[in-house]
C-alpha cells in the first residue's frame, strides 16, 4: 500500500522560509515522479511543483519560480519543497502527491500538511 | 498556460441522480485529463486518468469521456458518498492545472 507522509508545516512571518518533506513507502520510489499540490483555505486545488523519478527534471508553477525549489532524496524515498521568500497567499495546505511512472496526474496523495503565513 | 474550467461551479442532486460535470480546456490536452474526487477534510483522490480511464478501486458509476478542449465526468445512480468537490487537470503540458471545481450536493 502506497503511504504518503508530510511534515514540516508551521506558522511563518511573512518573507520567511521554511522546508516541507514527504516520506513515501510501498512502492518503487525512484520510478514516479514526484509532486506538491497546494490548497488555499476554502479553494481549490493548484499545483506547485514536480520532480521527475530521477531528479534530474523539476518543474514549477509561475507563482512560485524562484522561490521554492523542489528535491527528492531516492535513496531514502523522500520529497522535500524548501519554500522561501513566502507570502500570505502561500498559505495552504501542501499535499505530496504521486505521479504514475511518468505521467503527471496523482494517483496517490499524503494527508498534507498546513502551512500558514502570517505577521 | 493551459486554463481549465469547469461547469457548473455548484450542483444540487438526489440519490439515485446521473449527474454530469463538463471541463473545457483553452486549448487541446489531447486526453491528458483526470479527474479527482474530494470530501470535506480530506486529500483528493483520483477517478479517473487519460480522459476515460477508471483507477483501480474506484465504482464503476463513475465514467469519463471526451478528448481535445472538451470532458465530461458522469456519475450515474448518485450515491450518498458521491457528494463531494471535483476536480479535472490536464498533464499536457507545464504547467500542470486544475479545474476550479464542481461541488456536488444534496
Known amino acids: 500500500e502506497v503511504q504518503l507522509v508530510e511534515s514540516g508545516g508551521d506558522l511563518v512571518q511573512p518573507g520567511g522560509s521554511l522546508r516541507l518533506s514527504c516520506a513515501a513507502a510501498?512502492?518503487?520510489?525512484?520510478?514516479?515522479?514526484m509532486n506538491w499540490v497546494r490548497q488555499a483555505p476554502g479553494k481549490g486545488l493548484e499545483w506547485v511543483s514536480g520532480v521527475s523519478g530521477g531528479g534530474g527534471d523539476r518543474y514549477y508553477a509561475d507563482s512560485v519560480k524562484g522561490r521554492f525549489t523542489i528535491s527528492r532524496d531516492n535513496s531514502k524515498n523522500s520529497l522535500q519543497l524548501q519554500m522561501s521568500s513566502l507570502t500570505v497567499e502561500d498559505t495552504a495546505i501542501y499535499y505530496c502527491?504521486?505521479?504514475?511512472?511518468?505521467?503527471?496526474?496523482?494517483?496517490?496523495w499524503g494527508p498534507g500538511t498546513l502551512v500558514t503565513v502570517s505577521s | 498556460d493551459i486554463q481549465m474550467t469547469q461547469s457548473p461551479s455548484t450542483l444540487s442532486a438526489s440519490v439515485g441522480d446521473r449527474v454530469t460535470i463538463t471541463c473545457r480546456a483553452s486549448q487541446s490536452v489531447t486526453t491528458w485529463l483526470a479527474w479527482y474526487q474530494q470530501t470535506p477534510g480530506k486529500a483528493p483522490g483520483l477517478l479517473i486518468y487519460q480522459a476515460s480511464n477508471l483507477e483501480s478501486g474506484v465504482s464503476s458509476r463513475f465514467s469519463g469521456s471526451g478528448s481535445g478542449t472538451e470532458f465530461t465526468l458522469t456519475i450515474r445512480d448518485l450515491q450518498p458518498e458521491d457528494f463531494a468537490t471535483y476536480y479535472c487537470?490536464?498533464?499536457?503540458?507545464?504547467?500542470?492545472?486544475f479545474g476550479g471545481g464542481t461541488k456536488v450536493e444534496i
Open positions: 510501498g512502492f518503487t520510489f525512484n520510478r514516479n515522479a
Open positions: 502527491a504521486k505521479s504514475y511512472r511518468g505521467f503527471y496526474y496523482f494517483d496517490s
Open positions: 487537470q490536464q498533464y499536457s503540458a507545464y504547467p500542470l492545472t
